[in-house]
């Protein structure tokens, strides 16, 4: 007698091998370490057909922007009691700098004889019932557009550190790679002998003084400390201070004493494309307690020099900013 339950179990087994079989024939494997493209390419070739090969191409990787020199980022960190101006505020001040004309128009080693100074004393002189106008004497007269009372900003600095390199950065357009010589250059220290006016766009004038320090003569210094003491349109004083080598004596000395005067001052930072050891640089500042100064001055950090390492001339939008808000142009 035939077991029908066993003969019912094989044949489900059988229909289910079967169906197994099924299942893995329509199943195409893939040979290990074989793409699918390169499967699919030799199953055409093999078909007759032609294959059209892909051309790999890799774009090259962008090419990142040189990356801002860390110290750049000191002149917010120093600055962050002061308000941060606003981008139209740089965009307009910049706009003025770049496209401004700056006219020399005196230099002096004796602050009576500044035009408006000397002006000022002719006043008091009466000739015959009459104000004489006169400028040297003789028939030549003080021409009004030098004595019209522009608000103005002095710079100050030991000899060599980079007044004159400022004033030509000030107005030169950050895109030119050469920079305009408003005023004349040396590496020679000492090369500033007197104080020299630049009109800037008939909105304020910018001096010049003497370097003081090496080279620098008691008549330099006599005319520096007669106009800090004595000029009614001194609006601003900025000390520069070559950053490698950091605050002197004399740079504590002039500060110490623009605070006695009243005067409000600022510290500009220059040639800090110089700098190797940035660390050293922020001791340095830290320990000369001038972030501690009663006038609390901002210390702006520039270059005036671009370089493949410094490709642009940064803190230059910093120092023209704080120019236009001492001279209330902003």
Same mark, same amino acid.
């Given at each position: 007698m035939v077991n029908i339950?066993?003969?019912? =179990?094989?044949? =489900?087994?059988?229909?289910?091998?079967?169906?197994?079989?099924?299942?893995?024939?329509?199943?195409?494997?893939? +040979? !290990?370490?074989?793409?699918?493209p390169e499967i699919n390419a030799a199953a055409s070739t093999r078909q007759g057909q032609s294959v059209k090969h892909q051309r790999i191409t890799t774009r090259p990787a962008k090419i990142s922007r040189q990356q801002k020199p860390e110290w750049v980022s000191l002149?917010?960190?120093?600055?962050?009691?002061?308000k941060?101006?606003?981008?139209?505020?740089v965009n307009k $001040?910049?706009?003025?700098?770049?496209?401004?004309?700056? =006219? &020399?128009?005196? *230099?002096?080693?004796?602050?009576?004889?500044?035009?408006?100074?000397? !002006?000022?004393? #002719?006043e008091h002189e009466n000739v015959n019932g009459r104000v004489s106008d006169k400028l040297?004497? @003789?028939?030549?007269?003080? +021409?009004?557009?030098?004595?019209?009372?522009? +608000?103005?900003?002095?710079?100050? @600095?030991? *000899?060599?550190? @980079?007044?004159?390199?400022?004033?030509n950065?000030?107005?030169t357009e950050f895109g030119r790679?050469?920079?305009?010589? !408003? !005023? #004349?250059?040396?590496?020679?220290?000492?090369?500033?002998?007197?104080?020299?006016?630049? %009109?800037?766009?008939?909105?304020? #004038?910018?001096?010049?003084?003497?370097? &003081? @320090?090496?080279?620098?003569? *008691?008549?330099?210094?006599? $005319?520096?400390?007669? &106009?800090?003491? %004595?000029?009614?349109?001194?609006?601003?004083?900025?000390v520069l201070v070559s950053a490698n080598h950091g605050f002197t004596k004399l740079d504590l000395s002039v500060m110490e004493h623009l605070t006695s005067l009243g005067r409000p001052f600022e510290v500009i930072f220059t040639k800090m494309d110089k700098i190797r050891d940035l660390e050293k640089f922020k001791m340095m500042v830290k320990e000369s307690g001038i972030q501690d100064s009663p006038t609390l001055p901002r210390l702006i950090?520039?270059?005036? $020099?671009? *370089? +493949?390492? $410094?490709?642009? #001339? &940064?803190?230059?939008?910093?120092l023209r900013y704080s120019i236009f808000e001492s001279c209330g142009l902003i």
């Open positions: 339950r066993c003969f019912s =179990t094989c044949s =489900t087994l059988r229909r289910d091998l079967d169906m197994i079989k099924t299942i893995v024939s329509k199943v195409k494997v893939e +040979p !290990a370490g074989v793409s699918k002149n917010t960190t120093y600055n962050n009691y002061f941060q101006p606003t981008i139209q505020d $001040v910049n706009q003025f700098f770049n496209s401004t004309t700056v =006219t &020399y128009e005196w *230099s002096t080693n004796e602050f009576e004889k500044i035009p408006s100074e000397l !002006a000022r004393a #002719r040297y004497g @003789g028939k030549t007269k003080i +021409p009004f557009n030098l004595i019209n009372e522009l +608000p103005e900003i002095l710079f100050l @600095g030991r *000899s060599n550190a @980079g007044k004159s390199s400022i004033l950065n000030l107005v790679s050469s920079v305009v010589e !408003a !005023a #004349r250059t040396s590496k020679r220290a000492g090369f500033t002998k007197t104080l020299n006016c630049f %009109n800037i766009g008939n909105k304020f #004038r910018l001096i010049d003084s003497p370097g &003081y @320090g090496f080279r620098s003569t *008691s008549n330099q210094g006599t $005319v520096t400390m007669d &106009y800090l003491e %004595n000029r009614k349109e001194l609006r601003r004083c900025y950090l520039t270059n005036s $020099v671009s *370089s +493949p390492k $410094v490709p642009k #001339r &940064y803190g230059i939008d910093h």
